[in-house]
């Protein structure tokens, strides 16, 4: 970067998963809100269109742009706690990781949180990323206040008393609203967790979903392709005490295991496919149950170091082990060689006008193929299970979907992009995939 805007001639950029590619006009990384505003305005008289992009942890080209791109990394870390209020405020740019670890330092945490933390606090809630929790899962549900910069220059700040039509909105704004600049969440004081981590059959953990769903706090599960066989997670408040993952046993289970010899799998899977569905089998039945507490980011969080492409819908409850068996017998009856698992996550309804969860209680079903490997049969195959059940594309993860067919599935769509119409009546914030997904 160079100059007292932090601006500098694009470079091509790549997001964390290697299937988008931009090359920006320009690159700026702006210290403050004035510094952003400034950046934003002159981006507009230069005719370039402006995207914020965090850690590019999104698979689709949410981000990507041929005008200017926004890095937000100097606009982070948490600006103020309020102990009364139970609220933490936090730029935009501030990496998940050291919201969590700071919030632990001052006693505190958030509700919930996705299984990853890599993403910006910004990236995770404007593609509407999400855990799994029978009273709470998205990050965006969480927050109480955002501000960000519009297309006129100006600072706009949202929440349920000030513009909550803007905050509505913007909880899950696909960076087609503004720039964010800072966001306030929700928070309490720092609880504990206790984690049972148990295989289960595919017929009996399916069978059981709504139950083992009402009965803890926080429940997902794992099924492995070319199996019958789940690995099931349930997470639940206790008073203790803490009993973290021993060093020992944490690094055989989430590194060697989940990471080093997974890698060594999918790669094996690529070069033979004929050999996933006996890794698969001898895979399903390399982790065995285990039971530890934590505080809850690193019980909800693992490493992920495997890289890979995905797809994740979000179906009606009701639709959820439905479709998920229909994936189930896809795979059973096709030549597909399916080497990663399935995740399935489920959420409450919430009230933010694009969160996948939208004004429904939503199960989430997740396909993944190591990275490398074709993608594109398999996902479209699962996309036609998905869209058959009214399903909901998570918006940083791939899919096909355009404007026609997500209007028909969001009720509130409609509000939304005459918000966007209003707040952004250029397309400032512009860009295929927008165009796409939001329409002109």
């Excluded at 855990?131 to 955002?146: I, N």
């Excluded at 059981?208 to 070319?226: I, M, S, T």
């Excluded at 993944?368 to 074709?374: A, Q």
């Amino acid at each position: 970067m160079s100059g007292k805007s932090g601006t500098a001639p694009g470079t091509e950029w790549r997001n964390w998963a290697g299937t988008v590619t931009a090359r920006p006009a320009r690159t700026a990384a702006p210290a403050s809100v004035a510094e952003l505003a400034r950046t934003v305005t002159r981006a507009a008289e230069d005719g370039l269109r402006v995207k914020a992009v965090g850690t590019g942890h999104s698979f689709t080209a949410a981000a990507a742009t041929d005008g200017v791109l926004i890095r937000p990394e100097r606009m982070a870390g948490v600006r103020r706690i309020d102990r009364e209020a139970g609220t933490v405020t936090v730029g935009a740019g501030t990496p998940l990781w050291q919201l969590n670890e700071d919030l632990a330092a001052a006693g505190l945490s958030l509700a919930n949180m996705g299984d990853i933390m890599r993403q910006t606090a910004a990236g995770a809630v404007g593609t509407g990323t999400h855990g799994t929790g029978r009273d709470s899962a998205s990050v965006a549900a969480q927050l109480t206040e955002l501000e960000m910069i519009i297309a006129d220059g100006s600072l706009l700040r949202c929440s349920e008393r000030e513009h909550p039509d803007v905050f509505a909105a913007a909880r899950t704004g696909l960076g087609a609203l503004g720039v964010v600049t800072s966001l306030t969440f929700a928070v309490e004081p720092l609880f504990l967790l206790t984690a049972h981590e148990a295989p289960m059959s595919f017929d009996r953990v399916t069978g059981a979903f709504d139950q083992l769903v009402a009965e803890n706090d926080h429940f997902e599960f794992y099924w492995f392709p070319h199996t019958g066989n789940c690995n099931t997670k349930r997470n639940n408040r206790t008073s203790g005490p803490a009993a973290p993952l021993g060093r020992a046993g944490a690094w055989f289970e989430d590194e060697f295991l989940s990471n080093g010899v997974f890698q060594l799998a999918c790669s094996v899977g690529r070069a033979v496919p004929a050999a996933v569905p006996r890794i698969a089998r001898i895979a399903s039945r390399a982790l065995s149950a285990r039971t530890y507490t934590d505080i809850p980011y690193k019980i909800f969080t693992s490493p992920r170091r495997v890289r890979f492409t995905e797809m994740e819908y979000a179906v009606p409850r009701e639709a959820g082990m439905a479709a998920l068996r229909e994936v189930k017998a896809l795979v059973d009856r096709s030549d597909f060689r399916i080497g990663f698992p399935v995740e399935v996550r489920a959420a409450p309804a919430d009230d933010i006008t694009l969160s996948t969860a939208s004004g429904r209680d939503s199960v989430y079903i997740a396909v993944h193929l190591y990275r490398g490997t074709p993608y594109q049969g398999y996902f479209s195959a699962v996309e036609r299970i998905m869209t058959a059940h009214g399903g909901r594309p998570h918006w940083g993860k791939l899919h096909t979907r355009d404007a026609a067919y997500l209007a028909g599935v969001y009720p509130r769509f409609g509000e939304f992009t005459a918000l966007r119409d209003r707040l952004d009546p250029g397309r400032l914030f512009g860009n295929p995939y927008l165009r796409r997904v939001l329409g002109d």
